[in-house]
């Protein structure tokens, strides 16, 4: 089954604005898929380097000389992890072309979102470079399956091999096989020595908090580690684009605002997997239920948009709260409650008074009904397929 990904409509404008655009994202993403599709659109015009593999590797014994040799093509280096010193390389390459007025190789650069690729890539090719996250799949993109597509979705998550698994146990197994993989091989080659069940720990107990306020010193107390410790491991997790750290709205006005992050883990199978949850009536049952569909919904709001925008989330001492503020630009600001009621979807007064601080002008219940209707204060309630369309229209 091919399901036709956002990030495709960005993808091509970037590479005429930048000489390099590095597309980053967890694992098992669909990186590769992406570019090896922009690859066949291009046809002759590009060329694939999968460096995971020695022979690939080998082409690049002379980079400089590969490079030349392919001046006029978009090169695709896939695992561009492997040869970190290659980005030395590819700034040369770039600005030698641009001083002799020469037109310039253009880069697609896979990998997984690192500390290290990062650093290397901003310190190397600053302003040479744009960046793109390709998330999980997302309910735009999956809807045209079927009508269970949303809670295929929300059960298994967007990962493109759970989300196709034939059966809800081949999903859940996958899942449980990529957990394992990340703790045991991708983490630990992040430098550091990080204990594979300490953070696995932390993982799960961060699933078990889906949404709540970080609470570093509760965190460390039950793994027995420091909360500095605690935060430098969230880091990791954070920059492998597994985890969300969505920081607080923040203003002058006189009110005792949050100041604690509230913590994501960021896809809903895998929140489901950490906790031994494998079908859909089992979530239903679960405590975890409201905070991992409001997750799930964060997550593809976030995701859907074709830029990068300012995103936090609206609490006070007093209880006054919004899910998700959003700052689409040009005086957009939407706020937006995540309710998993078909009865009613009603925010609390809290959400209305939020609405008024953060100078709202768009107010809107996600739930998981498939009606758009108004409520009272302009609110408005909408599926969430209905409020990434808006949204995204409103961000452009």
């Given at each position: 089954m091919v399901i036709g990904r956002l990030i495709d409509e960005r993808l091509p404008t970037l590479l005429g604005q930048f000489p390099a655009v590095a597309l980053l994202g967890p694992r098992q993403?669909?990186?590769?898929?992406?570019?090896?599709?922009?690859?066949?659109?291009?046809?002759?015009?590009?060329?694939?380097?999968?460096?995971?593999?020695?022979?690939d590797r080998a082409k690049l014994s002379d980079p400089e000389i590969f490079f030349g040799?392919?001046?006029?093509?978009?090169?695709?280096?896939?695992?561009?992890?492997?040869?970190?010193?290659?980005?030395?390389?590819?700034?040369?390459?770039?600005?030698?072309?641009?001083?002799?007025?020469?037109?310039?190789?253009?880069?697609?650069?896979?990998?997984?979102?690192?500390?290290?690729?990062?650093?290397?890539?901003?310190e190397s090719l600053a302003g040479r470079i744009a960046y793109l996250e390709l998330t999980p799949f997302l309910e735009l993109e999956v809807a045209a399956t079927g009508?269970?597509?949303?809670?295929?979705?929300?059960?298994?998550?967007?990962?493109?091999?759970?989300?196709?698994?034939?059966?809800?146990?081949?999903?859940?197994?996958?899942?449980?096989?990529?957990?394992?993989?990340?703790?045991?091989?991708?983490?630990?080659?992040?430098?550091?020595?990080?204990?594979?069940?300490?953070?696995?720990?932390?993982?799960?107990?961060?699933?078990?908090?889906?949404?709540?306020?970080?609470n570093a010193a509760q965190l460390a107390a039950?793994?027995?580690?420091?909360?500095?410790?605690?935060?430098?491991?969230?880091?990791?997790?954070v920059d492998l684009l597994l985890?969300?750290?969505?920081?607080?709205?923040?203003?002058?006005?006189?009110?005792r605002l949050t100041r604690s992050p509230k913590v994501y883990v960021r896809d809903s199978g895998l929140v489901h997997a950490l906790l031994g949850i494998r079908s859909l009536d089992d979530v239903l049952g679960h405590p975890i239920?409201?905070?991992?569909?409001?997750?799930?919904?964060?997550?593809?709001?976030?995701?859907?948009?074709?830029?990068v925008v300012p995103a936090t989330f609206y609490r006070t001492a007093a209880g006054a709260e919004i899910d998700l503020v959003v700052d689409a630009g040009a005086g957009e600001v939407w706020a937006i409650e995540m309710k998993r009621s078909l009865a009613k979807p009603a925010p609390k007064p809290g959400f209305y008074i939020g609405c008024e601080d953060v100078r709202a002008t768009h107010r809107v219940v996600v739930y998981p009904g498939e009606d758009t209707f108004a409520?009272?204060?302009?609110?408005?309630?909408m599926s969430l397929a209905e409020a990434m369309r808006r949204l995204r229209a409103s961000a452009r």
């Amino acid at each position: 089954m091919v399901i036709g990904r956002l990030i495709d409509e960005r993808l091509p404008t970037l590479l005429g604005q930048f000489p390099a655009v590095a597309l980053l994202g967890p694992r098992q993403s669909g990186k590769t898929t992406v570019a090896l599709g922009h690859e066949e659109r291009l046809g002759e015009r590009a060329v694939y380097v999968d460096l995971e593999r020695p022979a690939d590797r080998a082409k690049l014994s002379d980079p400089e000389i590969f490079f030349g040799q392919h001046a006029q093509q978009l090169v695709i280096l896939d695992a561009i992890h492997r040869l970190p010193d290659l980005f030395q390389t590819l700034r040369g390459v770039i600005d030698r072309n641009r001083w002799a007025g020469r037109t310039a190789n253009q880069f697609l650069l896979l990998g997984s979102a690192s500390i290290d690729l990062m650093r290397q890539s901003s310190e190397s090719l600053a302003g040479r470079i744009a960046y793109l996250e390709l998330t999980p799949f997302l309910e735009l993109e999956v809807a045209a399956t079927g009508a269970s597509a949303m809670n295929t979705l929300w059960l298994r998550g967007g990962f493109p091999r759970s989300f196709l698994a034939d059966s809800n146990r081949e999903s859940y197994e996958w899942r449980i096989a990529f957990i394992r993989t990340y703790l045991e091989r991708d983490v630990p080659a992040l430098g550091p020595r990080i204990p594979a069940e300490t953070l696995r720990r932390l993982w799960q107990m961060l699933a078990h908090s889906q949404g709540q306020l970080l609470n570093a010193a509760q965190l460390a107390a039950g793994l027995g580690i420091s909360s500095q410790t605690v935060f430098r491991y969230l880091d990791v997790l954070v920059d492998l684009l597994l985890v969300r750290r969505l920081h607080p709205w923040v203003s002058n006005v006189k009110k005792r605002l949050t100041r604690s992050p509230k913590v994501y883990v960021r896809d809903s199978g895998l929140v489901h997997a950490l906790l031994g949850i494998r079908s859909l009536d089992d979530v239903l049952g679960h405590p975890i239920a409201g905070p991992s569909w409001e997750g799930m919904a964060v997550e593809n709001l976030l995701g859907c948009l074709s830029q990068v925008v300012p995103a936090t989330f609206y609490r006070t001492a007093a209880g006054a709260e919004i899910d998700l503020v959003v700052d689409a630009g040009a005086g957009e600001v939407w706020a937006i409650e995540m309710k998993r009621s078909l009865a009613k979807p009603a925010p609390k007064p809290g959400f209305y008074i939020g609405c008024e601080d953060v100078r709202a002008t768009h107010r809107v219940v996600v739930y998981p009904g498939e009606d758009t209707f108004a409520i009272g204060r302009d609110t408005i309630v909408m599926s969430l397929a209905e409020a990434m369309r808006r949204l995204r229209a409103s961000a452009r």
